[in-house]
């Protein structure tokens, strides 16, 4: 366990450069006391490791060292494997680069995990697109990710309403959700998400900016996830519907069980429950008709009615 950790260690110095003894602690999960034993040991099995005081200190290795260790398992290892199928290497142009680095990779390991490798790959294959392909077209996306790589504004068309406004970004990160791909960006002091196949122009500025210290990507998308799911329409009712297709209910799109209780009916529960919008509600519910019907409010049940009749009245003869 402790090998473990020290080479962990060894691989993030290597990786980040400088650390502080707070910043390893928490990486490993240990105390600050286990770090500084913890280089002691490294330092004493002869790898060139420095410690700095002051304000701006912290752990580094000797400059230019590297370890040839990959301390690879071989549950890592196939968690690699599993990125091979995924097609966000396609779309940024990485996919020779990634395989050639996969073959370099397996050809490093030892037999037998070569043979677990390959053991893998033989029995599982993620394809992460789904059944309906989304037709975006990226054809920025190129150019927005060389401004992220060189730091550079940059300026893009994007609609607003009806119109289109042109607007000077500093690309800070690129996000692939599912196959759709947005540009998180920071315009006239706020961040902001663009979506790429939405971009109608885009030209790289000569004109460099301070990426901020403390941005985060992923943290930054988590919670603009979070804070544009909680802006989002909400419409409660109460439903009637047959216990077996409760779990079925359950994963519809748009369709939030809070509660369920059961009925007088054999069979049957009432459940409390979140749409998006009566119109998305209406929708669903006929999906499952016979097997569900609206208890409440009042006016959901119009609704449904209502798209009865319109359909009734299609095949009257």
Not at 63 to 81: P, V
Not at 163 to 173: C, D, F, H, I, Y
Not at 188 to 209: K, L, P, T, V, Y
Not at 227 to 241: E, G, H, M, N, S
Request: aromatic share 10%.
């Amino acid at each position: 366990m402790r090998a473990e950790r020290l080479l962990t260690l060894l691989l993030c110095l290597q990786h980040h450069g400088k650390m502080t003894t707070r910043q390893l602690a928490e990486k490993v999960e240990v105390s600050e006391r286990t770090i500084a034993r913890d280089m002691e040991a490294l330092s004493a099995a002869g790898i060139p490791v420095f410690a700095f005081r002051g304000a701006f200190g912290g752990w580094s290795l000797s400059e230019g060292y590297r370890t040839n260790l990959t301390g690879l398992k071989i549950e890592e290892i196939q968690s690699l494997l599993l990125m091979n199928s995924s097609g966000i290497m396609n779309d940024l142009g990485l996919r020779s680069n990634f395989d050639t680095a996969l073959l370099k990779l397996l050809a490093s390991l030892p037999p037998s995990l070569q043979r677990d490798a390959e053991f893998m790959r033989e029995r599982i294959h993620v394809d992460g697109a789904g059944w309906h392909q989304s037709q975006e077209a990226f054809p920025y996306l190129g150019i927005v990710q060389e401004a992220i790589w060189n730091e550079k504004k940059l300026m893009i068309e994007y609609p607003k309403n009806t119109t289109k406004t042109e607007r000077l970004v500093e690309s800070l990160g690129l996000v692939a959700k599912a196959s759709i791909w947005y540009l998180v960006a920071r315009t006239n002091g706020e961040m902001r998400s663009f979506r790429i196949s939405r971009i109608d122009s885009a030209r790289i500025m000569d004109i460099s900016f301070t990426r901020p210290n403390d941005f985060q990507l992923a943290t930054y998308w988590e919670q603009s996830t979070q804070a544009f799911q909680a802006t989002l329409p909400y419409y409660p009712a109460i439903v009637k519907i047959q216990e077996h297709l409760l779990p079925q209910f359950q994963q519809a799109r748009y369709v939030k069980v809070k509660e369920t209780w059961p009925t007088a009916d054999s069979g049957w529960l009432l459940a409390s429950v979140d749409f998006h919008t009566i119109e998305s509600a209406c929708e669903i519910i006929l999906s499952y008709s016979p097997y569900l019907k609206v208890d409440e409010p009042y006016d959901l049940q119009l609704a449904v009615l209502s798209r009865l009749q319109d359909s009734l009245a299609m095949y009257e003869i």
